[in-house]
Nanobody, 117 residues
Framework: QVQLVESGGGLVQAGGSLRLSCAAS????????MSWYRQAPGKHREWVAG???????NYADSVKGRFTILGDVAENTVYLQMSSLKPEDTAVYYC???????????WGQGTQVTVSS
């Protein structure tokens, strides 16, 4: 069973930075894509950023230029570097791994990010 464990969330002031980590129980190269999603209170879960095995990273318009997704194959970890944070970035952030062979999705438990104004 694939396990994803997020960490790195916390409370930060607007304009600050955080780095989220998603540690996978197996090589991230086993997955077709790794992504970050977020869910704010009262809202649907939304896609934030993703990186595929073969393509460049992609970002939601709301975070483009501020967030960077990076995969570290040696550490089996995907990072989300977040800078210039805004109060509207406040949400629970979830890591997702998509197994393109079985078309299965795996999720972490989430990590809370709170940005104060």
């Amino acid at each position: 069973q694939v396990q994803l464990v997020e960490s790195g969330g916390g409370l930060v002031q607007a304009g600050g930075s955080l780095r989220l980590s998603c540690a996978a129980s197996e090589s991230i190269n086993n997955f077709g894509a790794m992504s970050w999603y977020r869910q704010a209170p009262g809202k649907h879960r939304e896609w934030v950023a993703g990186v595929s095995r073969t393509g460049p990273p992609n970002y939601a318009d709301s975070v483009k230029g501020r967030f960077t997704i990076l995969g570290d194959v040696a550490e089996n970890t995907v990072y989300l570097q977040m800078s210039s944070l805004k109060p509207e970035d406040t949400a629970v952030y979830y890591c997702n791994a998509n197994d393109d062979g079985s078309n299965s999705d795996y999720w972490g438990q989430g990590t809370q990010v709170t940005v104060s104004s």
